[in-house]
């Protein structure tokens, strides 16, 4: 059973800058499409970055290009958000997911069948 757990959430002012983690277990980590979404309250899961085996591979939504940067490490069964230049709209539950298999269809929600249990960020102004 795939297990996905973040970590690294938390509260920061505009400009900022924090680095969200999931450790993943239970599966062969590198044949899997990870990424992270986002839920703002009264609104729709939305994708933020994939990744899928190397660095070559990543995807991003075009509000976070230039700011976020995703990435993972293998060895340690582990994917990084690295987000900077945060603002107010970046506030949201953010969750890792993942799927076998390609980042094929990424944006959505749907594609996905394994989650986190999300991590709370929030940007102040």
């Known amino acids: 059973q795939v297990q996905l757990v973040e970590s690294g959430g938390g509260s920061v002012q505009a400009g900022g800058s924090l680095r969200l983690s999931c450790a993943a277990s239970?599966?062969?980590?590198?044949?899997?499409?990870m990424g992270w979404f986002r839920q703002a309250p009264g609104k729709q899961r939305e994708g933020v970055a994939v990744?899928?085996?190397?660095?070559?591979?990543?995807y991003y939504a075009d509000s976070v290009k230039g700011r976020f940067t995703i990435s993972r490490d293998n060895a340690k069964n582990t994917v990084f958000l690295q987000m900077n230049s945060l603002k107010p709209e970046d506030t949201a539950m953010y969750y890792c997911?993942?799927?076998?298999?390609?980042?094929?269809?990424?944006?959505?929600?749907?594609?996905?069948?394994?989650w986190g249990q999300g991590t709370q960020v929030t940007v102040s102004s």
């Open positions: 239970g599966y062969t980590y590198s044949h899997y499409c």
């Open positions: 997911a993942a799927r076998f298999g390609y980042c094929y269809e990424w944006t959505l929600p749907e594609r996905f069948d394994n």
């Open positions: 990744t899928y085996r190397d660095i070559g591979s990543t």
